[in-house]
């Protein structure tokens, strides 16, 4: 079974640089998983971030990135700001009208 | 407006059933796919089911053979039938609306799925 990783947790500072990742456990991300990302503060519903590995969605400031880097999907979050803490998530089209999503990172911005 | 509204959860006993609803506005379901995702308490989101906007419908492992979905076009509503239920299908239930690049631009505010006896 075709897991999707994510890093449990990262760290950052305010106004600081930080790339998470999405990987899989066996073979490399590519834009053919269509990547995209999600994040969720506790108790609030799911905003999308980026899709189509690197489409930022409507209103997402461009502080926001989405790219590929080596075999995973990596969204890279620049000028980092106390309200960026929170739950961000991956999900990969696996093809066959099925999505796995990622175990989600909590980042924290201090 | 595009809005996606549950409704349906509730308690359950384990091995219940219950039907989950997912009522749109200001868009046409049926021309859209459609997918439910879930999350456990303190949990990450997982993807569950999706209807397509041909109707059909494709499902996690972790659901296949216990969880349904469908839509009625005139109510313009989306459905999730689960049957078989178990303490691990405890979650916050989510539908959301999908997009031709695979990915998900709407949700609605979840509705909470509890198993327990």
């Known amino acids: 079974q075709t897991v999707v990783t994510q890093e449990p947790s990262f760290s950052v500072s305010p106004g600081g640089t930080v790339t998470l990742t999405c990987g899989l456990t066996?073979?490399?991300?590519?834009?053919?998983?269509?990547p995209s990302w999600y994040r969720q503060t506790p108790g609030q519903t799911p905003r999308t971030l980026i899709y189509?590995?690197?489409t930022r969605s409507s209103g997402v400031p461009d502080r926001f990135s989405g790219s590929i880097l080596g075999n995973k999907a990596a969204l890279t979050i620049t000028g980092a700001q106390a309200d960026d803490e929170c739950d961000y998530y991956c999900?990969?089209?696996?093809?066959?009208?099925?999505?796995?999503f990622g175990g989600g990172t909590k980042l924290t911005v201090l | 407006e595009v809005q996606l509204v549950e409704s349906g959860g509730g308690l359950v006993q384990p091995g219940g059933s219950l039907r989950l609803s997912c009522s749109a506005s200001?868009?046409?379901?049926?021309?859209?796919?459609m997918t439910w995702v879930r999350q456990a308490p303190g949990k990450g989101l997982e993807w569950v089911s999706v209807?397509?906007?041909?109707?059909?419908?494709d499902y996690a492992d972790s659901v296949k053979g216990r969880f349904s979905v469908s839509r009625d076009t005139f109510k313009n509503t989306l459905y999730l039938q689960i049957t078989s239920l178990r303490a691990e299908d405890t979650a916050l239930y989510y539908c959301?609306?999908?997009?031709?690049?695979?990915?998900?631009?709407?949700w609605g505010q979840g509705i909470l799925v509890t198993v327990s006896s």
């Open positions: 999900v990969l089209y696996m093809g066959s009208g099925v999505w796995v």
């Open positions: 189509n590995t690197d």
């Open positions: 066996s073979g490399s991300v590519s834009t053919n998983y269509y």
């Open positions: 959301g609306r999908g997009r031709p690049t695979f990915h998900f631009d709407y």
């Open positions: 200001g868009f046409i379901v049926s021309n859209f796919y």
């Open positions: 209807i397509h906007s041909s109707g059909d419908t």
